[in-house]
């Protein structure tokens, strides 16, 4: 648990120097939301030598995803989290053989909340190998899909189910709400967003 801390505190203090060492792009010059999937985390952004992350595009409704930092090491590469759906585990992996030719050998995750476990299936489908690092608590908990509904743990076909459906119902909501000729043109638009 120790080496644990001291690992979370140096990646902290050198996440924090090297975002600081280069502050993120202004909106105006990232890349454009349109020019990667809606609702999913945007291109890898360089933060310090060897050191990207993926940011959540800007939007006002829809479910947080956590960024994800990519952290190329001389024998791999180590993320920070992973995303909210196994479909941003899936972006990372891909951004990540963009960057590198080198393997995902850890991620840490930072905390149990969805937004930060999600895409480990995505990563461990590529890389089995991948150290998985987290707290003891953090571990106990993304076990517990049942009763925190983190769904990490076995896979849960009802937690599924009631997922999709409620991603099925909440994008109607968002389509229905981006025909709305009474809402202002740009919030229609960020709701056609959402709803994709």
């Not at 890349?31 to 809606?38: F, H, I, K, N, T």
């Amino acid at each position: 648990m120790r080496v644990f801390a001291a690992v979370c505190f140096v990646s902290a203090s050198f996440m924090a120097t090297a975002c600081r060492a280069q502050p993120a792009a202004p909106a105006a010059e990232r890349p454009a939301q349109s020019s990667y999937p809606s609702g999913r985390l945007m291109q890898p952004e360089p933060v310090a030598e060897h050191v990207w992350v993926m940011r959540q595009p800007d939007r006002l409704w829809a479910a947080v995803i956590g960024n994800v930092e990519i952290i190329e090491q001389s024998d791999g590469v180590v993320l920070v989290d992973s995303g909210g759906t196994i479909a941003d585990g899936e972006d990372v992996v891909g951004a990540v053989a963009r960057l590198t030719p080198k393997p995902i050998k850890a991620v840490i995750i930072t905390h149990w909340h969805n937004d930060h476990p999600l895409g480990i299936p995505a990563v461990l489908a590529k890389f089995p190998k991948t150290r998985i690092i987290a707290t003891e608590w953090t571990g106990k908990v993304m076990a517990y899909a049942d009763v925190l509904k983190v769904g990490i743990g076995k896979p849960d076909e009802k937690l599924a189910k009631t997922r999709f459906d409620g991603a099925v119902e909440t994008s109607a909501e968002f389509r229905k709400s981006a025909q709305n000729l009474t809402l202002p043109k740009d919030e229609r638009q960020q709701f056609a967003i959402e709803a994709a």
